[in-house]
């Protein structure tokens, strides 16, 4: 018998073994196959896609006429079933010769985008469009079901779990949280996650106003510049958002990114862009949000913005020391980006420091801060912790402590305080004080300008073997509410070069910092305490007794030298200055915050510097320069115990002058 013929000889002919296409299907996570749930197609839908995925050629006709949903498709669709026909279609209608072809995508049409609603035990599809987010607890910061101690990390990031839960989670949790879904080479970091929490209280606060104050380079335009906007348009699709920066390519640079990411990511969200969407700088997506990224300078008329990220408003520090640039960006604002906001549209400034009239600060000074009363929330992250700048530090760090950095593991101290001190060597007082400190200051006017401190400083291995006499300087605090200045200081008795070694000033009680000046004096073997005795006259030298006497120490006793000043602080500063300028005087590198005093007090303030009134007192002890007559030294003493113990200076027999008060233990 001949062979049969017609389409049942052809439904048993064997299926050729197309390879599996590269790469995940559409809709799909890039690590799991199991699809989104909320977007699987119809059962019908679903056996259509796995003969448009087979790899084989539809055939003519109405089945190239059918339209695929371009969502994801469910298990492993390599090949079709074994009971369908050689064609993909459905049994019993495969006719027409075997024709295998190279895998194609078919024809698809981009329906209307699902968009996400949330509930406490799921998730569903809406064709409906809406746009809002599903707003859950503030509680919830993390992926729905994973609580904050049991995310895995891998490479030093957060690893979220795969499918819907993750999704929807890191879209809940916050701009950071969705970039370390997303990006792999995302790391998270203690800044990222309190710079991320600022910007996701910024989008769902009504009118709020928010500032950003952090050193460069440490990851902060990446997240609120670029995936904050992202993150915002996944939650709200029909936001519209105005990025703008200090020139139009880093503004074109911001918005090219934030377009990339819908691009690859926003289908998981269900944004897509609008069509004949074509520009990097001003797009939209089909929800009727956007962005529109403009430099300083730029129109933005016609465009209503519901949220402002300003990032980065000067380029350099010749542009923010320029009165015609300043003036022109504050105008900007005023004129322009501000009056184009919405009503309740929230503010977000981001950048780094240059001058003291940074467009940030004259807004804080006009407005005032949140603690203050005022409008601005501010999020002040120095290089180095300091209470005295920033208050509370927003990472709970310490005093002292490094800012973490997205390319050092946070438990590498080491590495964090190579990297920071090695960057606060190299880069000059001035500029470190601003941009990496937060904290500008006024370059000329001051006691001393940076360039002289700048030159005055030396590294503490510097210091010449053997140095002479060593005083401990202090200037008690009048009131408790300035900090008390402690200051070591050491004099090289070969050149009459005096160093400030050591600052130990701090806001500290009238019962903790006599106890810290008997530490530190016998830490550093000082032969002198130096006390300024303006508040509490013969009080403060018996605090520093009872000090003494309070805990057991070593037979090593220091002599006491009250002085009370006799003249004003700029008199009894300025010629300590000039021995600076000469090079008499001179300062430990990491003495910041005892440069900043020196380079930014001005004459008639309020503000009352105890590190700057305590190293003038070393240096007078230590240089007895032609300014002794501005202070009077009124007594010298020493501690009480242990008793018969030589005062140094003094002969062990020597009888006590006429008029004066016997040293005690004599």
């Not at 190239?64 to 371009?70: L, M, Q, S």
């Not at 520090?317 to 504050?330: H, M, N, P, V, Y």
């Not at 073997?525 to 030298?541: H, W």
């Not at 700029?570 to 440069?595: C, D, H, M, S």
Request: overall charge positive.
């Amino acid at each position: 018998m001949g062979a049969p013929a017609g389409r049942a000889h052809r439904r048993l002919l064997p299926l050729p073994d197309v390879p599996r296409p590269a790469g995940p299907l559409r809709g799909q996570h890039r690590e799991s196959p199991r699809p989104l749930r909320g977007v699987l197609p119809r059962p019908h839908q679903a056996t259509r896609l796995e003969g448009a995925r087979s790899g084989i050629r539809p055939r003519r006709g109405r089945a190239t006429r059918r339209r695929y949903p371009a969502r994801a498709l469910p298990g492993d669709l390599r090949r079709p079933p074994a009971h369908r026909g050689c064609h993909g279609g459905p049994p019993g209608r495969g006719g027409g010769a075997h024709r295998p072809a190279l895998p194609a995508r078919p024809v698809v049409r981009r329906e209307e985008p699902h968009a996400w609603h949330g509930t406490r035990s799921g998730l569903r599809g809406d064709r409906r469009g809406r746009s809002d987010l599903p707003r859950f607890p503030e509680r919830l910061r993390g992926p729905r079901g994973v609580s904050q101690g049991s995310r895995r990390r891998k490479g030093g990031r957060v690893m979220f779990p795969e499918g819907p839960a993750g999704d929807l989670g890191a879209l809940l949790a916050g701009p950071q949280y969705l970039a370390a879904h997303l990006l792999p080479g995302w790391t998270m970091r203690a800044h990222t996650q309190v710079i991320g929490e600022a910007f996701r209280h910024a989008v769902y606060t009504p009118g709020s106003k928010t500032a950003i104050i952090t050193p460069p380079q440490v990851g902060k335009s990446a997240l609120c510049a670029q995936w904050g906007p992202f993150w915002a348009l996944m939650g709200k699709p029909d936001i519209k958002i105005v990025t703008a920066s200090y020139g139009q390519s880093l503004a074109e640079r911001n918005g090219r990114a934030i377009r990339s990411l819908v691009d690859e990511h926003g289908h998981r969200y269900g944004r897509v862009l609008a069509r004949g969407e074509r520009s990097v700088t001003r797009w939209s997506l089909t929800h009727g949000g956007g962005v529109f990224s403009a430099g300083v300078g730029a129109a933005l008329t016609g465009f209503s913005a519901d949220m402002l990220i300003i990032d980065d408003l000067y380029k350099s520090r010749a542009d923010a020391e320029s009165l015609t640039i300043r003036d022109t960006i504050w105008d900007w604002l005023s004129s322009s980006a501000l009056t184009r906001m919405s009503p309740g549209a929230p503010i977000l400034m981001i950048g780094t420091l240059w001058t003291e009239q940074d467009a940030i600060l004259r807004l804080l000074e006009r407005e005032g801060r949140l603690e203050d009363g005022g409008e601005w929330r501010v999020v002040h992250l120095p290089a180095i912790a300091d209470h005295a700048l920033t208050g509370p530090d927003p990472l709970g760090r310490a005093d002292g402590d490094y800012l973490t950095h997205p390319k050092i593991p946070e438990r590498d101290q080491n590495a964090l305080r190579s990297f920071w001190e090695t960057r606060r060597a190299s880069t000059l007082l001035l500029d470190w004080q601003a941009l990496y400190q937060g904290d500008p200051r006024p370059r000329d006017g001051a006691v001393l300008t940076w360039e002289a401190v700048e030159n005055a400083m030396f590294n503490l291995p510097q210091l010449p073997a053997g140095v002479g006499r060593t005083v401990v300087a202090v200037d008690p605090a009048g009131g408790g509410q300035d900090e008390v200045g402690i200051i070591v200081a050491s004099v090289d008795p070969g050149t009459g070069i005096a160093y400030i070694t050591h600052d130990y000033s701090d806001r500290m009680s009238v019962t903790e910092w006599p106890l810290r000046v008997c530490a530190v004096a016998e830490e550093h073997r000082a032969d002198r305490i130096v006390l300024e005795t303006n508040f509490g006259a013969g009080l403060v030298p018996q605090a520093i007794r009872s000090a003494w006497a309070a805990e057991e120490r070593s037979t090593f006793r220091p002599a006491i030298s009250a002085v009370r000043a006799l003249k004003g602080k700029i008199l009894r500063a300025e010629p300590i200055a000039v021995e600076v300028t000469l090079g008499r005087l001179r300062f430990e590198r990491n003495l910041t915050k005892l440069a900043k005093e020196w380079a930014s007090y001005v004459p008639g303030t309020r503000t009352s510097p105890g590190r700057l009134d305590a190293s003038v007192y070393a240096a007078m002890a230590l240089l007895r320069p032609a300014v002794a007559h501005l202070v009077r030294e009124t007594a010298e003493d020493a501690p009480a115990a242990p008793p018969r113990r030589r005062v140094p200076g003094r002969g062990a027999a020597a009888a006590p002058a006429a008029g004066r008060r016997r040293i005690p233990g004599k």
